[in-house]
T-cell receptor, first 111, second 111 residues
Framework: DAKTTQPNSMESNEEEPVHLPCNHS???????IHWYRQLPSQGPEYVIH???SNVNNRMASLAIAEDRKSSTLILHRATLRDAAVYYC????????????FGKGTHLIIQP | NAGVTQTPKFRILKIGQSMTLQCAQD?????MYWYRQDPGMGLKLIYY???????DKGEVPNGYNVSRSTTEDFPLRLELAAPSQTSVYFC??????????FGSGTRLTVV
């Protein structure tokens, strides 16, 4: 699976929107973009995924660049409970060994 | 539904001891995975299984063994514990190799 690049950490204020970037310049045409997050002392949890079009769900929005070489996870109104490590992962579904997790972005939310 | 259940939550082992980390899921998922997470790092895949009776090695399988006799259970065995196996272990399951549900983890210390 292609590699992703994320900032090590980001800081935001409570009740403000948060934009978490992810670069994936070597993405292939069959790679889906997945986002997971890991709250402190918990296992990762699924956030959202997409292929080409922007996606929305109850947790977040995913904005995908037209050339698909970058994407942005958008938390519309951050709360203290959104403080977590956010992982951007590419996966084409071709192998049963599933998702490869990098170091992710540590999101800090200030009250 | 309980989701993915891992036991124990914490364990301290002496060098050379053996133990089994238990993982059970009640979602009838075919795919199951074991990851380890060292401090400040992402998750690394140890072993995975695509169904009962079928297992395969991930990125870091040395020092571990698995079995999958039922769809529900996927235990991870450490035969001769070493300090390098001090880590947090996460089990996950999925219907396909993308949408994972993780357990809450087992924190293992080898002294």
């Amino acid at each position: 699976d292609a590699k992703t690049t994320q900032p090590n950490s980001m800081e935001s204020n409570e009740e403000e929107p948060v934009h978490l970037p992810c670069n994936h310049s070597t993405i292939s045409g069959t790679d889906y973009i997945h986002w997971y997050r890991q709250l402190p002392s918990q296992g990762p949890e699924y956030v959202i995924h997409g292929l080409t079009s922007n996606v929305n769900n109850r947790m977040a929005s995913l904005a995908i660049a037209e050339d698909r070489k970058s994407s942005t996870l958008i938390l519309h109104r951050a709360t203290l409970r959104d403080a977590a490590v956010y992982y951007c992962i590419l996966y084409s579904g071709g192998g049963a060994d599933g998702l490869t997790f990098g170091k992710g972005t540590h999101l800090i939310i200030q009250p | 539904n309980a989701g993915v259940t891992q036991t124990p939550k914490f364990r301290i082992l002496k060098i050379g001891q053996s133990m089994t980390l238990q993982c059970a899921q009640d979602m009838n998922h075919n795919y199951m995975y074991w990851y380890r997470q060292d401090p400040g790092m992402g998750l690394k895949l140890i072993y995975y299984s695509v169904g009962a009776g079928i297992t395969d090695k991930g990125e870091v399988p040395n020092g571990y063994n698995v079995s999958r006799s039922t769809t529900e259970d996927f235990p991870l065995r450490l035969e001769l514990a070493a300090p390098s196996q001090t880590s947090v272990y996460f089990c996950a399951s999925s219907y396909n190799p993308r949408g994972y549900t993780f357990g809450s983890g087992t924190r293992l210390t080898v002294v």
